[in-house]
């Protein structure tokens, strides 16, 4: 069956990192673009990161500089290096998967990740 779960969330304290992962199985994520996004609370969802399949990347505006996407083909894993966190970064984060030529479409269940002292 395809899937895509998430895995590395947790409580961190600011200014700390987490390194989230997204295992995909039941396809090749190779000819997929792989993303990150988040939801908080009450607001609206929010796209943090892109790894396109030439490897290159695109952030959105609160998290440029502090994360970092990734990608290993091989294994059909995607990866998102949290630094320097922040409280506003508190959020449920979630996988996705989006193929190019007919933008076929998977999504994890989501990874808390909780940023307090």
């Known amino acids: 069956q395809v899937q895509l779960v998430e895995s590395g969330g947790g409580l961190v304290q600011p200014g700390g990192s987490l390194r989230l992962s997204c295992a995909a199985s039941g396809f090749t994520s190779s000819n997929y673009v792989m993303s990150w996004y988040r939801q908080a609370p009450e607001k609206e969802r929010e796209l943090v990161a892109s790894v396109f399949t030439h490897g290159g990347k695109t952030y959105g505006d609160s998290v440029k500089g502090r994360f970092t996407a990734s990608r290993d083909n091989v294994y059909n894993t995607v990866y998102l290096q949290m630094d320097s966190l922040k409280p506003e970064d508190t959020a449920m984060y979630y996988c996705n998967a989006r193929r190019i030529f007919d ?9 808390q990740d909780t940023v307090s002292s």
Do not use: A, F, L, V
């Open 103 to 111: 933008q076929n479409e998977y999504w994890g269940q989501g990874t």
